[in-house]
């Protein structure tokens, strides 16, 4: 190859590489942010991970609870729904009651019994009739959630009442009737047997006096009672999940 070749193909070369250069430029600026602007993509994992941070889940501790259960004392912990004050969950389903203190940390848990017919609601009236004009069909215990306060029964009995108007408190075991096993029911693991009083909370007596009177019995509280025919959003339509977190979450009420 002679010289003149020699340098038209050196010539040819440079003029390849410059041009490779400038195209290779042009398509970092197409693609590149501007100079101090990161760049983000706004994914679904990211948009979750902020949704999420600093949400405040309840403590069962060691016990184990329905899904429910869990749902609705993570959003009263994270919400702040119960206003600082000490709260319960009673999950109907399983014939369960938690309590907890105000910041979500259970105290203790215990099989109850409850109302012996399936339902969500009282009948308007309820809580005026005799207990002798109540009908099996009637006996159920409200889903909701209420503000409870201590106090007494018709007998001077301590009971945390949870509805008054529906005359449904939380009380100790009254073993009135021996063929209704009151205490066999309590001990029973399957949460059907445990379906057997006119509405209220039958509580353990030692559970009752260790744990529901020195939590719920000194002043109000927040009782929130699981729905058992009806959807747990129907009952609670502003509670969420850790998933389902608002921008700016807010409780169901703005007091008690």
């Known amino acids: 190859m002679n010289p003149s070749s020699c340098g038209r193909l050196t010539t040819d070369l440079l003029a390849g590489l410059k041009q490779g250069v400038l195209i290779g430029a042009a398509a970092l600026v197409l693609i590149l942010p501007p100079a101090g602007q990161a760049l983000v993509r706004d994914t679904p994992a990211a948009a979750d991970r902020e949704r999420q941070a600093g949400f405040r889940s309840a403590d069962f501790g060691a016990h184990a ?6 749902f609705i004392a993570d959003w009263a912990t994270d919400s702040g729904d119960s206003r600082g004050l000490p709260f319960a969950i009673l999950d109907k389903r399983d014939a369960r009651l938690y309590l907890f203190a105000p910041d979500g940390r259970l105290v203790d848990a ?3 019994l409850l109302g012996a017919a399936p339902g969500d609601d009282s009948v308007p009236d309820i809580g005026t009739r005799p207990m002798a ?4 069909e009637e006996r159920t215990t409200p889903a909701g959630r209420f503000v409870s306060v201590p106090g007494k029964n018709a007998s001077d009995e301590d009971v945390v009442w949870v509805d008054h108007g529906a005359a449904v408190s939380m009380h100790r075991v009254r073993l009135v009737d021996p063929k209704e096993r009151r205490l066999e029911r309590l001990a029973s693991l399957d949460p059907a047997e445990r379906r057997i009083s006119y509405g209220c909370i039958n509580v353990p007596v030692a559970f009752f006096d260790s744990v529901v009177w020195p939590t719920l019995g000194q002043g ?3 009782v929130y009672v699981l729905p058992e025919t009806r959807a747990i959003g129907d009952v609670f339509a502003q509670a969420y999940s850790a998933e389902t977190r608002p921008a700016q979450p807010r ?3 703005a007091r008690l």
Do not use: E, F, G
Request: net charge positive; charged share 20%; hydrophobic share 45%.
């Open 110 to 112: 215990s099989p109850v």
């Open 251 to 253: 409780s169901a009420v």
């Open 220 to 222: 109000r509280a927040v």
């Open 133 to 136: 004009l109540v009908r099996p």
């Open 65 to 70: 609870a329905s899904n429910d259960a869990r």
